[in-house]
């Protein structure tokens, strides 16, 4: 690719499950650009690393992780505040169009193929309205999903199809954009980038491993200060959140503080929600034919990718 001012370089986006080492091989393969010449850095395609104070949860590098490497989407928002998936898609593509424009390699690590998917393909986001979709958060309150859910399915039993009764903020989506547009549809559109000179790599690890690891990373949460962060958290607005808190492991550290739930209780529940989340992520990413994938772990990747770039 040529742009005005010379080449312009390729997008590495990084996809695979949580606790896969995605975040560690980014800034390895940065790094290894960086000694090649070559500008590189990351943009964050995690829903939840955007908020500022969440930490421990997220797993969110520290600065000393990230050594040296600029990273983009990292803490740029209260917990009380709401980033969309359309919110991220502007952010991330002004993120990378800045890269490029500098000459910077652009290295895209999401652990959610929703996100990559809204940020490197043609994606597009029906508008909102705060207030229906105030009304229909407070009757999903009210009521509950479920009970939500089957509303939908009165009304479009084809969108609702789509749609898991359990999954409250998609249900409320949907009832708000049928209210503003008269339609829905909960099918992902095509496997087509709109963003130029995509090379997407998937990391991935046997079943037994990841789930061994999920587990001693939530372990090491708890060790590390999770329900300290999350009590830290309370007075800056936390429960207002409605993404923030629902995140894995803050939710169940905040029913684990209300009474609801001990916390061995709490911490069991976070590492069962969490391989969940990972096995349903990577069915997405699996889906993505355009994925080139390589086990975690393999000696020399870093080298093999910063490679893969330069020869782009």
């Known amino acids: 690719m040529t742009g005005q001012n010379g080449p312009v370089p390729p997008v590495l986006a990084l996809n695979g499950p949580t606790a896969s080492g995605k975040s560690t091989l980014a800034v390895d393969v940065a790094l290894a650009l960086i000694e090649r010449g070559q500008p590189a850095e990351i943009v964050n395609a995690d829903s939840m690393l955007v908020y500022r104070g969440m930490d421990i949860g997220t797993a969110k590098p520290t600065l000393a992780e990230r050594r040296g490497v600029r990273h983009h989407l990292v803490d740029i928002i209260d917990v009380t505040a709401t980033a969309t998936v359309a919110d991220f898609q502007r952010l991330a593509r002004a993120a990378i169009a800045d890269c490029r424009e500098r000459g910077v390699v652009p290295i895209v690590v999401g652990g959610s193929a929703l996100y990559v998917r809204a940020i490197l393909d043609n994606f597009e986001f029906p508008g909102t309205d705060a207030e229906v979709r105030a009304r229909w958060e407070a009757e999903l309150e009210r009521v509950g999903p479920e009970a939500l859910h ?8 084809d969108v609702a199809s789509g749609i898991l009764p359990g999954n409250g903020r998609r249900i409320v989506r949907a009832l708000e954009v049928i209210e503003l547009t008269g339609g829905f549809t909960s099918t992902l559109p095509e496997w087509t ?3 130029e000179g995509v090379l997407s790599y998937g990391l991935e690890l046997p079943r037994e491993v990841m789930d061994a690891r999920i ?7 708890w060790a590390d200060g999770l329900v300290d962060e999350v009590r830290a958290l309370l007075p800056l607005g936390l429960r207002n959140g409605r993404t923030a808190s ?8 905040l029913e684990f503080l209300d009474g609801s739930c001990t916390e061995q209780e709490a911490q069991e529940a976070t ?8 096995r349903k992520q990577l069915g997405w990413f699996r889906r993505d034919a355009r994925i080139t994938w390589r086990a975690a772990g393999t000696p020399g990747l870093a080298a093999e990718l910063a490679d893969a ?3 782009t």
């Open 309 to 311: 770039v330069a020869a």
């Open 150 to 157: 089957g509303r939908l399915a009165a009304s479009a039993p």
């Open 246 to 253: 629902r995140a894995l492991g803050y939710r169940q550290v």
């Open 193 to 195: 980038y709109a963003v």
């Open 271 to 278: 590492i069962r929600g969490t391989r969940r989340f990972a």
């Open 215 to 221: 587990e001693a990373r939530v372990h090491a949460m």
